[in-house]
């Protein structure tokens, strides 16, 4: 099985900053169609979790442009330009590639 | 508007026997693979089993192979999780899903089952 390694698990943020969180996997997600099987969720207080980047870098409909996705193989990043106080939550990587399907242990970002 | 509502969740004994439902509307159900996963506070977010469009192929975790079967109805636009032989550890908040080629992307909002005596 694929297993996904994300890194900080705990992100205190203050509004206006940026954010990034990392997300390693331990084989490559590259398909021979080039696409890296890549998705990152997050999981609003309550909530399910929602995509916000499939593909390692394509933002889901709806997603604020403060969220960008970047990486190949197996090393990932997601940003968030300026973090806003309703991006309060866990954010889990997960990779798509084979089943099983894994996630990493998630990310809570906080606001300071 | 494409949701997914859980259903069946409770409280149950080890050794126990349980059947999820997964109600999807907003979308064509039989076009779309579905997914069930589960969260449990140890073990953060866990795939647990795939079904193809017609219900005639489905992938499970080792861990629940045997134990947890996946199928579906595309008359009532349902997709169902028997769980047979419960233990503590399935104890966790269980979703279905909207399974697409490149992620999960619609998910439900859960529903709570507990393994406990």
New interface residues.
């Given amino acids: 099985d694929i297993v996904m390694t994300q890194s900080p698990l705990s992100l205190p943020v203050t509004p206006g900053e940026p954010a990034s969180i990392s997300c390693r996997s331990s084989q490559s997600l590259l398909h021979s169609n080039g696409?890296n099987?890549l998705?990152w969720y997050l999981q609003k207080p309550g909530?399910?979790?929602?995509?916000l980047i499939?593909?390692g870098s394509n933002r889901?409909s709806g997603v604020p442009d403060r969220f960008s996705g970047s990486g190949s193989g197996a090393d990932f990043t997601l940003e968030i330009s300026r973090v806003e106080t309703e991006d309060v939550g866990v954010y889990?990587c997960?990779q798509?590639l084979h089943?099983?399907?894994?996630?990493?242990?998630?990310t809570r970002l906080e606001i300071k | 508007e494409v949701q997914l509502v859980e259903s069946g969740g409770r409280l149950v004994q080890p050794g126990g026997s349980l059947r999820l439902s997964c109600a999807a509307s907003g979308f064509s159900f039989s076009n779309y693979w579905m997914s069930w996963v589960r969260q449990s506070p140890g073990k953060g977010l866990q795939w647990l089993a795939n079904i193809n469009r017609d219900g005639s192929e489905e992938y499970y975790l080792d861990s629940v192979k045997g134990r947890f079967t996946i199928s579906r109805d595309n008359a009532k636009s349902s997709v169902y999780l028997q769980m047979n032989s419960l233990r503590a550890e399935d104890t966790a908040v269980y979703y279905c899903a909207r399974a697409i080629a490149v992620a999960l992307d619609y998910w439900g909002q859960g529903t709570l089952v507990t393994a406990s005596s």
Avoid: I
């Avoid at chain 1, 089943?99 to 998630?106: A, E, I, K, M, V």
């Fill in positions: 696409n099987y998705v909530q399910s979790p929602q995509v499939y593909l889901a889990y997960m798509a089943t099983p399907l894994t996630f990493g242990q998630g």
